[in-house]
């Protein structure tokens, strides 16, 4: 219950295409889904989040689809770069005594090709 | 400085060595967290800290110990660590604990030998 499921574990797209990476949760409680990206080297930024009465968001090339029926969300990066090659994670989270906690996925490691 | 910084970048320690990890955040935060980052496992979060209080201990072996003197530091004192405990040592800050959204440092890396 406390999983969160991320696929593909590697992603390799040409630039200008479209990524897309996926994420299944299974515990309804979760109720903000932030995307992280994270460059060698770097610790995770966030890149975009969401929250379970909307069924997307889009900010810039960044768009997050969420279904909640299915319990899954996905990040795609439209107009891919080479500099969008990096890790991205998901995670979703819940507030419990007080604190949001995060339940990340595994991570998607994305090379866009020049 | 700004954000979340992290010092040292890179640390080597025998399994007898005593060290410790410095996290400073420039956000005027009010929490902030330690996880452990591992090769393909997903992040795991040790320690939540809330106005220099600890409010979540995630089950973390005793030779992890955190300390959080103020609500802009949060340090990580290690002993006795083991091979296994060689990975990326995160720390972030939210402006509250009970706010979704987490900043994370750039990370420790840390090798047991």
């Known amino acids: 219950q406390q999983q969160v499921k991320q696929s593909p574990q590697s992603l390799i797209v040409q630039k200008g295409g479209i990524s897309i990476i996926n994420c299944a949760y299974e515990n309804t409680a979760f109720d903000y889904f932030p995307w992280y990206q994270q460059f060698p080297g770097k610790g995770p930024a966030l890149l975009i989040a969401?929250?379970?009465?909307?069924s997307e968001k889009k900010e810039g090339r960044f768009t997050i689809s969420f279904n909640k029926s299915a319990k899954q969300f996905s990040l795609h990066i439209m107009d891919s770069q080479p500099g969008d090659s990096a890790t991205y994670f998901c995670?979703?989270?819940?507030?419990?005594?007080?604190?949001?906690?995060?339940?990340f996925g595994t991570g998607t490691r994305l090379k866009v090709l020049a | 400085e700004t954000g979340v910084t992290q010092t040292p970048r890179h640390l080597v320690m025998g399994m007898t060595n005593k060290k410790s990890l410095k996290c400073e955040q420039h956000l005027g935060h009010n929490a902030m967290y330690w996880y452990k980052q591992s090769a393909k496992k997903p992040l795991e979060l040790m320690f939540v800290y809330s106005l220099e209080e600890r409010v979540e201990n995630n089950s973390v072996p005793s030779r992890f110990s955190p300390e959080c003197p103020n609500s802009s530091h949060l340090f990580l004192h290690l002993h006795t660590l083991q091979p296994e405990d060689s990975a990326l040592y995160l720390c972030?800050?939210?402006?509250?604990?009970?706010?979704?959204?987490?900043?994370f440092g750039p990370g420790t890396r840390l090798t047991v030998l």
């Open positions: 972030a800050s939210s402006q509250d604990p009970g706010l979704a959204t987490q900043y």
């Open positions: 969401i929250r379970p009465d909307v």
């Open positions: 995670a979703a989270s819940r507030r419990t005594s007080g604190t949001y906690k995060y339940i």
